[in-house]
């Protein structure tokens, strides 16, 4: 497993939740901030929000904050994305990686689709 696995996305409706995770390998996780990206179609690549090595250091994007919260289990490997109050602008692939690596492959990402 070279490359993070996401999971956990699916079709909810507006006003749902969702709960991702992210499994990495313990070289590309332990010791790293991570982040979660989204990708909708049309735009660029965004920044969800990211969390320290530790998980004591939270960013969030604006158009997220207050609904997500991003937390890690190191001990497991894995991050996570909690989401709720889904809108369906929050549609999107997304993505989990090292925060500080931008020349890190891509995994294949989770889709979520929020419809209304």
């Known amino acids: 497993q070279v490359q993070p696995v996401e999971s956990g996305g699916g079709m909810v409706q507006a006003g749902g939740s969702l709960r991702l995770s992210c499994a990495a390998s313990s070289a590309m996780f332990r010791g790293n901030d991570m982040a979660w990206y989204r990708q909708t179609p049309g735009k660029l690549r965004e920044l969800v929000a990211d969390?320290?090595?530790?998980?004591?250091?939270?960013n969030y994007a604006e158009f997220v904050k207050g609904r997500f919260t991003i937390s890690r289990d190191n001990a497991k490997n894995t991050m996570y994305l909690q989401m709720r109050s889904l809108k369906p602008e929050d549609t999107a692939v997304y993505f989990c990686r090292r925060r500080l690596y931008p020349s890190d492959a891509w995994g294949q990402g989770t889709q979520v689709t929020v419809t209304s």
């Open positions: 969390i320290s090595s530790g998980g004591s250091i939270t």
